[in-house]
């Protein structure tokens, strides 16, 4: 897959950028956005990358590689248009989607509750005072409440340090009421983020961020990660 990337029109004069990637994977959500691209990635994983930056021209390398790259043939070129003209494009309709989800969730849920007396927990740590986190914890209260989640808050002051907040982390660790642990991020810069992070039980990762659960999600033919990032969740 070729990716092309503009940089701003202020650098885009002056040099071209190519980005020129092997990518091996079955989803991957791409958007460009103030000269900079972010990707969400489901399993999968980048094989190669290669960066060229020139100043306006095409490379010497370049202009070898498209010199020796044979034209495609008639019958390849019918053979693409046919493919191009059966591909179907379909609307989706994402609230709907999330709804259904949330429903099939809450009957899980309330299913394991009827045969285990055991209704899924999650713990929500919120450190500081932030308006944005704050909103971010509320809304997940709010999905939790919707399918019979039951959650724990611990609210922290923006002074509390870094081993304060760990032994908060492993107090969860050890309820076992508690299935899930979230720390909202960003935390205050005096913590160290993936030290906190790492204190987190890896069963009770609810983000997907521990070492072994990326390391699952992105190894080809690995175990399953116990739990996946939202973004290539959804990819």
Same mark, same amino acid.
């Given at each position: 897959?070729?990716?092309?990337? #503009?940089?701003?029109?202020?650098?885009?004069?002056?040099?071209?950028?190519r980005i020129a990637m092997n990518i091996e994977m079955p989803g991957m959500l791409l958007s460009v956005a103030g000269g900079a691209f972010f990707a969400g990635m489901a399993v999968g994983r980048f094989r190669g990358a290669e960066v060229v930056a020139d100043n306006g021209g095409t490379t010497p390398s370049e202009k070898a590689r498209e010199a020796s790259r044979e034209p495609p #043939? *008639? /019958?390849?070129?019918? *053979? /693409?248009?046919?493919? *191009?003209e059966t591909v179907e494009t379909k609307l989706i309709d994402g609230k709907a989607i999330a709804g259904d989800v949330r429903t099939e969730v809450k009957e899980m849920s309330m299913q394991m509750e009827k045969d285990h007396g055991v209704r899924p927990g999650l713990a929500v740590i919120l450190v500081g005072s932030r308006k944005d986190s704050q909103s971010y914890v509320r809304n997940k209260k709010r999905a939790a409440a919707?399918?019979?989640?039951? &959650?724990? $808050?611990? $609210? =922290? +002051? /923006? &002074?509390? #340090?870094?081993n304060e907040l760990i032994k908060e982390v492993e107090a969860l660790n050890e309820d076992p009421n508690v299935h899930a642990i979230l720390v909202q =991020? +960003? =935390?205050?810069?005096?913590? $160290? /983020?993936a030290t906190v992070l790492k204190a987190i039980r890896v069963e009770k990762d609810a983000d %997907?961020?521990?070492a072994l659960n990326i390391g699952n999600l992105?190894?080809? %033919? %690995? $175990? +399953?990660?116990l739990a996946v990032p939202c973004t290539p969740a959804g990819c």
């Open positions: 897959a070729i990716i092309r990337w #503009s940089p701003s029109p202020k650098a885009a004069h002056s040099q071209r950028h #043939s *008639a /019958e390849k070129i019918v *053979a /693409e248009k046919s493919v *191009a919707e399918v019979n989640f039951h &959650t724990v $808050d611990v $609210d =922290l +002051p /923006e &002074t509390v #340090s870094q =991020l +960003p =935390l205050p810069k005096h913590i $160290d /983020e %997907g961020f521990s992105c190894l080809k %033919g %690995g $175990d +399953p990660p």
